[in-house]
């Protein structure tokens, strides 16, 4: 009985998306096509990750995951034209969304994204 109860709790502490921030960048509208994921745990600060590889200039549609209910952080999450956090475009997301990004006219534009984390008061 023990054992399987602390088998449930890795699961759900492996599960990404619930206890910090995520994004999931995907080739195709919809969350479709081949998709690359990256998150941390929301520590304040910011962070920028210089590329979008193999992706580059190719996504189209994005999940992103906000907040660490745990250290009670949210992350903001930025786009840039470029790699390398360079040139950035006018959007800002700081909540649970998903974005098909034609609708934004993003579409296959994004070349990196950095992320600035900070205590929810
Ligand atoms: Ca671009």
Known sequence: MKFSVAIAATAIALLPGTDAW????????????????????????????????????????MRYYSDNPDLNTRCCLTLYDSPGCANAFPYTFCRNQFVNFNEINLDNDVSSYSTDCYYIT
Do not use: M
């Open 22 to 61: 995520r994004v999931y960048f995907y080739q195709l509208q919809n969350e479709e096509g081949p998709s690359i994921t990256n998150g941390g745990p929301g520590h304040p600060g910011h962070a920028c990750f210089s590329n979008v590889d193999p992706l580059n200039q190719k996504i189209s549609s």
